[in-house]
């Protein structure tokens, strides 16, 4: 059964902190790995990894795909209360041209205090 | 330029009714998908469709359909409401080649009594 785990479900750190969050997957057919941020409804698109060991950046948020060990990290350096949310990890695969099919683990609850 | 656009918004139904849920992707998208958000199971993929077909469906029972029109948008609907389909259900829409980029609206919020 094709799965993705995330982990810590929730974390509480303080403000300037560093952060690392994990996933892990098994599925037939990898195409890509996705991470998302999730406020209050709408999932916002952060990253997208499909090759081994290529770090993608984006401000203080950073994430790396292993293809091998089936996992990626995302990181979040000196964080802000603003980054309070939940961070979803998901999984495209290739099932005959389908591009919206994700499976998702639970999410891991950020939480920054002043 | 326009994010996407779901509606209604919220929504409270009884038992054994049933509702239709709207999404309008954004400009140019072709691809729409719908997911379902519970506390217990997180995101849920139910189908997708591309060119008014469906490509891909989840593992949901026969009362959750949908379809797309010409113009992209879709629509899914849920008969016999049961207290168990009280969620979140996301739309999500995409451009062909985005190897799972989706775009998500804000999503329409079910209660079940």
């Known amino acids: 059964e094709d799965k993705v785990v995330q982990s810590p479900l929730s974390l509480v750190v303080h403000e300037g902190d560093t952060v690392t969050l994990n996933c892990s997957y098994e599925?037939?057919?990898?195409?890509?790995l996705l991470w998302y941020k999730q406020e209050k409804k709408a999932p916002t698109f952060l990253f997208m990894l499909?090759?081994?060991?290529i770090e993608k950046k984006s401000g203080r948020l950073s994430s790396i795909l292993d293809k091998k060990e089936l996992f990626s990290i995302l990181n979040i350096t000196a964080t802000q209360t603003g980054d309070s949310a939940v961070y979803l990890c998901a999984v495209n695969m290739n099932y005959g041209g389908s591009q919206g099919n994700l499976i998702f683990g639970k999410g891991t609850k950020l939480s920054v205090k002043p | 330029k326009a994010g996407v656009t779901q509606t209604p918004r919220y929504l409270i139904k009884t038992r054994g009714q049933q509702v239709t849920l709207s999404c309008s992707p954004i400009s140019g998208h072709r691809s729409v998908s719908w997911y379902q958000q519970t506390p217990g199971q997180g995101l849920q993929f139910l189908f997708e469709?591309?060119?008014?077909?469906?490509?891909n469906k989840g593992n949901f029972p026969g009362r959750f359909s949908g379809r797309q029109f010409s113009n992209s948008r879709s629509e899914m609907n849920v008969s016999t409401l049961e207290l168990g389909d009280s969620a979140l259900y996301l739309c999500?829409?995409?451009?062909?080649?985005?190897?799972?980029?989706?775009?998500f609206g804000e999503g329409s919020r079910l209660t079940v009594l």
């Open positions: 499909t090759s081994s060991g």
């Open positions: 999500a829409s995409s451009l062909r080649t985005s190897a799972g980029e989706l775009f």
């Open positions: 469709y591309f060119s008014e077909t469906q490509r």
């Open positions: 599925v037939t057919n990898f195409r890509s």
